[in-house]
């Protein structure tokens, strides 16, 4: 098969380098695009007369001279478009606009019922029309939507197949939220998968190729970096660590099967289980009660320094070690990567996943690896629905990109 690009293909791949050169390292001179991109210096001078006219970058001052005239420094205009970015978790939902250069504008976070899908379409439209307004921001410049959502998503077509967290099954999202947002494209990907896209371009796995990023929530999910991208096997499903047996005679998991990682090391799983172990003097100190229990407790003094705690986060550490270990023996990782609520168990937690991965997994597999936990600020998911929308963005069309910020 002939796989070579056409004229008008290698046009536009020019362009995005262009423009991803100078997303990702302005405020950056034409020539110094030129060098990083080994495009000729008058390839970039066209293409970036292009996207000055287009107001996708901007002219923004003088650099050091080297010699001969002071150069010119290109920037993105990180308000010539914006990206609608939301994270749907079983009871909530966050709801994110974002500039072109990372920065969360306005942010909405929605508890509510999420077993309906169109009451999570609704929050997201709803929340969308209030942050645009609030923000003073022309819906037309909202180019694009992306999604990170439990459970099996098929990213090509924008459907959640199934979500035994949300009691979902063939939900086709993408097209619901669209026409809900009044026409904005929308891409959705797995929760773990964006969190990974994430670490990637924002966090530990950056300019990593063999990573795992492991989403400790309510469900646990891997999101797989192979090679460089993201791997997501025949449809797009692998990652569902949460599913693997781990314990026999285990509790009962939403997906119907008994003893799975997630109904054993879960976030709900976890807090079931400091309500069960932490005595009532204890918690008398705290001024807690078994009910109103939360994460956030277990990880603040007094209790967090209690030996009921600091056991059940060790056990848990040597659960999730356990399960992380037969995934480094599998897929040779060069970093593995905690993220998601439970992560916030910290250094003590790391700690045990550690020795557990260490003590069960091949000495040459183990000895380039590092586990760590995440150091993305806010939620690495909602960043990878970002980056998710970002890329598509970029990946537009020079016309329809152009047309959509002309006539905002
Ligand atoms: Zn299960």
Redesign the pocket.
């Given at each position: 098969m002939w796989l070579g690009s056409n004229s008008k293909d290698l046009k536009v791949n020019n362009r995005l380098l262009v423009r991803d050169m100078i997303r990702k390292r302005g405020p950056i001179a034409r020539y110094e695009i030129a060098r990083e991109t080994g495009l000729t210096p008058s390839t970039v001078s066209v293409i970036v007369a292009e996207l000055l006219e287009n107001n996708v970058i901007k002219e923004v001052g003088h650099g050091e001279s080297s010699g001969g005239r002071r150069p010119i420094l290109l920037e993105l205009n990180p308000t010539a478009a914006y990206v609608l970015a939301v994270r749907i978790q079983r009871g909530e939902a966050v709801i994110a606009i974002f500039d072109l250069n990372q920065e969360i504008l306005g942010e909405r976070y929605c508890q509510f019922n999420t077993d309906l899908p169109e009451q999570v379409v609704e929050a997201v439209g709803q929340s969308f029309e209030e942050l645009v307004s609030e923000l003073k921001i022309s819906p037309q410049k909202v180019l694009w939507c992306g999604v990170a959502s439990p459970g099996l998503v098929s990213s090509h077509t924008g459907v959640v197949e199934r979500s035994?967290n949300l009691g979902w099954i063939n939900i086709p999202l993408s097209t619901m939220l669209t026409e809900r947002l009044g026409g904005i494209p929308v891409n959705v990907e797995n929760i773990s998968n964006a969190a990974a896209l994430a670490e990637k371009e924002y966090g530990l796995a950056r300019g990593r190729d063999h990573v795992v990023f492991i989403n400790l929530s309510v469900g646990i999910g891997a999101g797989i970096v192979a090679g460089g991208d993201i791997y997501g096997g025949l449809k797009g499903f692998a990652g569902e660590i949460?599913?693997v047996h781990v314990l026999d005679d285990g509790p009962l998991?939403?997906?119907?099967?008994r003893g799975?990682f997630?109904?054993v090391c879960g976030l709900r799983a976890i807090l079931e289980k400091a309500k069960a172990v932490i005595p009532d003097e204890t918690l008398q100190v705290c001024g807690k009660t078994r009910d109103n229990l939360t994460l956030n407790d277990l990880i603040t003094k007094p209790l967090a320094d209690s030996p009921e705690v600091q056991g059940l986060i060790s056990e848990t550490g040597r659960t999730i070690g356990m399960v992380i270990s037969n995934l480094v023996n599998l897929l040779n990782p060069e970093l593995v990567v905690l993220g998601g609520e439970l992560s916030r168990l910290g250094q003590p937690l790391c700690d045990a996943v550690r020795a557990e991965v260490y003590g069960r997994t091949l000495e040459e597999i183990q000895s380039n690896l590092s586990i760590e936990i995440s150091d993305i600020k806010g939620s690495a998911p909602l960043m990878g629905a970002y980056v998710l929308a970002l890329e598509q963005i970029f990946a537009l069309e020079e016309w329809g990109f152009h047309k959509s910020l002309r006539n905002p």
């Amino acid at each position: 098969m002939w796989l070579g690009s056409n004229s008008k293909d290698l046009k536009v791949n020019n362009r995005l380098l262009v423009r991803d050169m100078i997303r990702k390292r302005g405020p950056i001179a034409r020539y110094e695009i030129a060098r990083e991109t080994g495009l000729t210096p008058s390839t970039v001078s066209v293409i970036v007369a292009e996207l000055l006219e287009n107001n996708v970058i901007k002219e923004v001052g003088h650099g050091e001279s080297s010699g001969g005239r002071r150069p010119i420094l290109l920037e993105l205009n990180p308000t010539a478009a914006y990206v609608l970015a939301v994270r749907i978790q079983r009871g909530e939902a966050v709801i994110a606009i974002f500039d072109l250069n990372q920065e969360i504008l306005g942010e909405r976070y929605c508890q509510f019922n999420t077993d309906l899908p169109e009451q999570v379409v609704e929050a997201v439209g709803q929340s969308f029309e209030e942050l645009v307004s609030e923000l003073k921001i022309s819906p037309q410049k909202v180019l694009w939507c992306g999604v990170a959502s439990p459970g099996l998503v098929s990213s090509h077509t924008g459907v959640v197949e199934r979500s035994s967290n949300l009691g979902w099954i063939n939900i086709p999202l993408s097209t619901m939220l669209t026409e809900r947002l009044g026409g904005i494209p929308v891409n959705v990907e797995n929760i773990s998968n964006a969190a990974a896209l994430a670490e990637k371009e924002y966090g530990l796995a950056r300019g990593r190729d063999h990573v795992v990023f492991i989403n400790l929530s309510v469900g646990i999910g891997a999101g797989i970096v192979a090679g460089g991208d993201i791997y997501g096997g025949l449809k797009g499903f692998a990652g569902e660590i949460g599913h693997v047996h781990v314990l026999d005679d285990g509790p009962l998991c939403t997906c119907g099967q008994r003893g799975c990682f997630e109904a054993v090391c879960g976030l709900r799983a976890i807090l079931e289980k400091a309500k069960a172990v932490i005595p009532d003097e204890t918690l008398q100190v705290c001024g807690k009660t078994r009910d109103n229990l939360t994460l956030n407790d277990l990880i603040t003094k007094p209790l967090a320094d209690s030996p009921e705690v600091q056991g059940l986060i060790s056990e848990t550490g040597r659960t999730i070690g356990m399960v992380i270990s037969n995934l480094v023996n599998l897929l040779n990782p060069e970093l593995v990567v905690l993220g998601g609520e439970l992560s916030r168990l910290g250094q003590p937690l790391c700690d045990a996943v550690r020795a557990e991965v260490y003590g069960r997994t091949l000495e040459e597999i183990q000895s380039n690896l590092s586990i760590e936990i995440s150091d993305i600020k806010g939620s690495a998911p909602l960043m990878g629905a970002y980056v998710l929308a970002l890329e598509q963005i970029f990946a537009l069309e020079e016309w329809g990109f152009h047309k959509s910020l002309r006539n905002p």
